[in-house]
């Protein structure tokens, strides 16, 4: 069982260039969202989406766009690349329902914008 | 204004001693959950322990447990027994209401556990 699954780990682009963080689960879940985290501080939602076709801004979502054509992916696409965005990106997933479940991660893409 | 405050950036605790790290937070909604994470060295994020708002008892699970006292708006992680793996960053993080997938976070503890 996979889980959350991020693609690259470690990506090194330069100012301007855009590219695409991919993030896949065979959970079924119908939540997917992603964060970025910066030293010193927790981390903070971009973008999420509450099942395919549907998704809304969090946070922190300028300079970023996402996706939801399928339950399993969920991509976030930077669309020109600024140092401001070298950070550690997370993808999470979770079911819905009356209870309040847990998050469930993906390992991180650490991301440096030169 | 913060919604979620760890005021203690950094904690060290001997092994087989138990350790709290603080956490309060702050929301209006009446239907929320509070959560703790742990980030090892190796960068993933590991769920530990969940409190609901309506949860009438602390969470427990394992080691961990979760002192939960909603009038002071705390909801603090006690690990028991402490080992050199608890060695790690730990994060408090909130959700308000039940139909969101919005998570905020804590700025994190970090823990050192020492022989």
């Known amino acids: 069982n996979a889980g959350v699954t991020q693609t690259p780990k470690f990506q090194v682009l330069k100012t301007g260039q855009s590219m695409t963080l991919q993030c896949a689960q065979d959970?079924?879940?119908?939540?997917m969202s992603w964060y970025r985290q910066d030293p010193g501080m927790g981390l903070r939602l971009i973008h999420y989406s509450v099942g395919a076709g549907i998704t809304d801004q969090g946070e922190v979502p300028n300079g970023y766009n996402v996706s939801r054509s399928t339950t399993e992916d969920f991509p976030l696409r930077l669309l020109s690349a600024a140092p401001s965005q070298t950070s550690v990106y997370f993808c999470?997933?979770?079911?819905?329902?009356?209870?309040?479940?847990?998050?469930?991660f993906g390992q991180g893409t650490r991301l440096t914008v030169v | 204004a913060q919604k979620i405050t760890q005021t203690q950036p950094g904690m060290f605790v001997q092994e087989k001693e138990a350790v709290t790290l603080d956490c309060t937070y702050d929301t209006s909604d009446p239907s929320y959950g509070l959560f703790w994470y742990k980030q090892p060295s190796s960068g993933e994020m590991i769920f530990l322990i969940y409190?609901?708002?309506?949860?009438?008892q602390n969470a427990t699970e394992g080691r961990y447990s979760l002192n939960f006292q909603k009038a002071r708006k705390s909801a603090n992680l006690v690990i028991s027994a402490s080992q050199l793996g608890d060695s790690a960053m730990y994060f408090c993080a909130m959700r308000e209401g039940y139909n969101t997938d919005k998570l905020i976070f804590g700025t994190g503890t970090r823990l050192q556990v020492f022989p």
């Open positions: 959970m079924n879940h119908e939540y």
């Open positions: 999470a997933s979770r079911k819905t329902g009356v209870s309040l479940t847990e998050a469930f």
């Open positions: 409190q609901g708002s309506y949860d009438q």
